[in-house]
Nanobody, 125 residues
């Protein structure tokens, strides 16, 4: 069984930075394309970014996210990261990592069968 555990969330002032981590265990990490999603209170879960198995390709929700968010992975550590810079109050949400076998950079949550429990990001203005 694949297990995903996120960490790195917390309370940050607007303009600050965070690096979220997600450690994967249970199966070979390099089988999976990895994604990050977020869900704010009262809103639907939304796609943030995804990265292919070897880290060679990435995709982001939009150009704005691409400018402040960076997804990366360290296959030796079975870990995917999400660096968030210049945090804004609207970035406050629970951030989830997700895994799907294969090489397609899915942007829809429905394609990801494996999920972590989430890590809370709070941004103070």
């Amino acid at each position: 069984q694949v297990q995903l555990v996120e960490s790195g969330g917390g309370l940050v002032q607007a303009g600050g930075s965070l690096r979220l981590s997600c450690v994967v265990s249970g199966r070979t990490f390099t089988y999976y394309t990895m994604g990050w999603f977020r869900q704010a209170p009262g809103k639907e879960r939304e796609f943030v970014a995804a990265i292919t198995k070897n880290g060679g390709s990435t995709t982001y929700a939009d150009s704005v996210m691409k400018g402040r968010f960076t997804i990366s992975r360290d296959n030796a550590k079975n870990t995917v990261y999400l660096q968030i810079n210049n945090l804004k109050p609207e970035d406050a949400a629970v951030y989830y990592c997700a895994a799907v076998e294969g090489t397609v950079l899915y942007r829809s949550s429905g394609f990801y069968p494996y999920w972590g429990q989430g890590t809370q990001v709070t941004v103070s203005s």
